[in-house]
Nanobody, 120 residues
Framework: QVQLAEPGGGLVQAGGSLRLSCAASGNIFRIDTMAWSRQAPGKQRELAARINSGGHRHYAESVKGGFTISRDNAKNTMYLQMSGLKPQGTAVYYC??????????????WGQGAKVTVSS
């Protein structure tokens, strides 16, 4: 089994910063693309940022310039640094990853979600 743990989240004032982390554990052979998606109240879940095993990054237009995604392959951990947060950044942030387990084909795994509230 594979678990993605994402502690953190919380309340931050508009203009503030917050860093989320996502640690993968379990029977892991390799982690390919890792990503953060978010779901704002009353809206559909959307991809915010993703990073592949080589470090290539992709950002949604809505977060460019404010979010930075990174990963530490040695620790099987991914981060999302959020700066200049706005109230519309209020959402549940989910980490997910394409994980190849030893002796198994790759599959997508999701964290439990971290609630981020940006107050105006």
């Amino acid at each position: 089994q594979v678990q993605l743990a994402e502690p953190g989240g919380g309340l931050v004032q508009a203009g503030g910063s917050l860093r989320l982390s996502c640690a993968a554990s379990g029977n892991i052979f390799r982690i390919d693309t890792m990503a953060w998606s978010r779901q704002a109240p009353g809206k559909q879940r959307e991809l915010a940022a993703r990073i592949n095993s080589g470090g290539h990054r992709h950002y949604a237009e809505s977060v460019k310039g404010g979010f930075t995604i990174s990963r530490d392959n040695a620790k099987n951990t991914m981060y999302l640094q959020m700066s200049g947060l706005k109230p519309q950044g209020t959402a549940v942030y989910y980490c997910h990853a394409e994980v190849v387990r030893t002796g198994r084909a790759g599959a997508n795994y999701w964290g439990q979600g971290a609630k981020v509230t940006v107050s105006s």
